[in-house]
């Protein structure tokens, strides 16, 4: 136990007061919480990352979507309007005696 004793004495020394003591004391506490709340969101940080880089790619992905929504959209109008323009175009033909 003596090697126990010196490094107190290493530690503590006569002018130390059990204030300057207590204050240390408290500051360690303080720090030593500190950190473990660190190493806590550490833990989380790279597991919030993945979170958020796979909502990223979602939202890529629904944008996407949407623009093929869209252009299918204006293509099936597109086909409808071509189709139509051909019964007129038969139309005008049958009337005018082309066919």
């Known amino acids: 136990m003596a090697t126990d004793d010196a490094a107190v004495d290493v530690i503590i020394g006569p002018e130390d007061s059990a204030s300057q003591l207590a204050s240390s004391t408290s500051r360690r506490v303080a720090l030593s919480a500190r950190r473990a709340a660190l190493e806590t969101e550490a833990a989380f940080a790279e597991q ?34 071509a189709s139509m323009e051909d019964q007129a175009q038969t139309v005008v033909s049958v009337n005018n005696g082309d066919v």
């Open 48 to 81: 919030q990352y993945t979170l958020e880089l796979e909502e990223l790619q979602l939202k890529w992905k629904r944008e996407a979507l949407a623009r093929m929504v869209r252009l299918a959209s204006l293509q099936a109008e597109d086909e409808v309007l």
